[in-house]
């Protein structure tokens, strides 16, 4: 971000933006698709919960 390996594109050169599509991952979860980041949302809750008594923690 402060040193790029590279300068910066030319407004109305030959290259004018650069876009990757990357594909949209979910997990099966029983019967349900589910996107990656609802799974580790829910997971965290879950084990926030399960730790709480470990670490003495009152919510």
Known sequence: MFYPGGDP???????EEIHVDYKRNSIGVYKWKLD????????????AFGMKGLFKAEI
């Open 36 to 47: 990656w980041l609802v799974v580790i949302f829910g997971l965290s809750i879950v084990f």
């Open 9 to 15: 594109l030319v407004k109305g050169g030959a290259v």
